[in-house]
């Protein structure tokens, strides 16, 4: 979705500085509804030193008040990577406010690590990208013929298409979702932070390596607007033997819909409405293990 450019927040006069603080300068960045609301994509604040995340959050919901009732719902990332709302902030930090993403399983089960069956070495092979433009008819077999070995016996494809029927609201948006409760959706509006969606897909194939044996595996996510019909993401998972190829396809698409920093917009003909849950920021167990 097109949207208003970065902005520097007011200059405070230096009667509003504490006397003899150290300051440091950091940039808020806001997705979704959240840059809807303050009408930029990103503000330049100066806080004190010793600053965290939260305190850039206290800053930006402090001069637009209708971001504060998301705050259950926001993650951080802090200079590319999720972190928690208590990492300190350096000089130049960027902070990114993390609402909730496209969708996806709140908490998927979690897998015990499967042993690689004993195969031949082959090449580890990964595409991961997010493209604009729209996938062709043939993008599974476009993928498959780029990851497939000799060594190959399964190739296991999804494709993921805007459909009419309207999804999860995310918090906050329930007013505007009921108002559109009984029409159909005409096209989607993608959204992202590519440095970490990019970082969190490479993450996620990581994880399918190390849980199910799988080292040639493609996650593709559109951006921008994709209309009713149209493909928004094409997983591909090839590998020697069928069971882990499904397995593996399972749990990339469910961890990218629930960790990927992709916000989606659902349109109708007189409105649009942000779906999705709050972001998780890793696999279900590391969290479960960080409380």
Known sequence: MSGPEDRPAPDRSPEDRPAGADTIRVRVRLFARQREIVGARSVDFELPAGATAADAWAAISGAH???????????????GAYADAST?????????????????????????????????????????????????????????????????????????????????????????????????????????????????????????????????????????????????????????HRGAAFAAAAYAMDETKARAPIWKAEHFADGHVWVGRPARTGPVADEEASR
Not at 65 to 79: E, H, K, Q, T
Not at 211 to 222: F, M, N, P, S, T
């Open 88 to 240: 300190p902030l350096s000089d130049g930090s960027e902070v990114a406010c993390i609402p909730p993403v496209s969708g996806g399983a709140d908490e998927p089960p979690d897998e015990p690590p499967v042993e690689p069956p004993d195969e031949p070495p082959v090449a580890r092979r990964r595409i991961l990208e997010l493209r604009e433009d729209p996938f062709g008819a043939t993008i599974l077999a476009d993928l498959a013929d780029r990851l497939a070995t000799d060594e190959d016996g399964a190739v296991v494809g999804f494709l993921g298409r805007t459909r009419a029927t309207p999804g999860t609201p995310a918090p906050g948006e329930e007013a505007e979702a009921a108002r559109h409760a009984a029409g159909r959706v005409q096209a989607l509006d993608y959204e992202s932070l590519e440095p970490l969606a990019l970082a969190v897909l490479a993450e996620i194939a990581e994880e399918v390596e190390r849980r199910h044996g799988i080292e040639r595996i493609a996650i593709v996510h559109r951006t921008g607007r994709v209309p009713l019909g149209e493909v928004s993401i094409a997983i591909v998972v090839v590998a020697p």
């Open 65 to 79: 008040p209708g971001l504060a009732a998301s705050r259950p719902y926001v993650r951080f990332a802090v200079d």
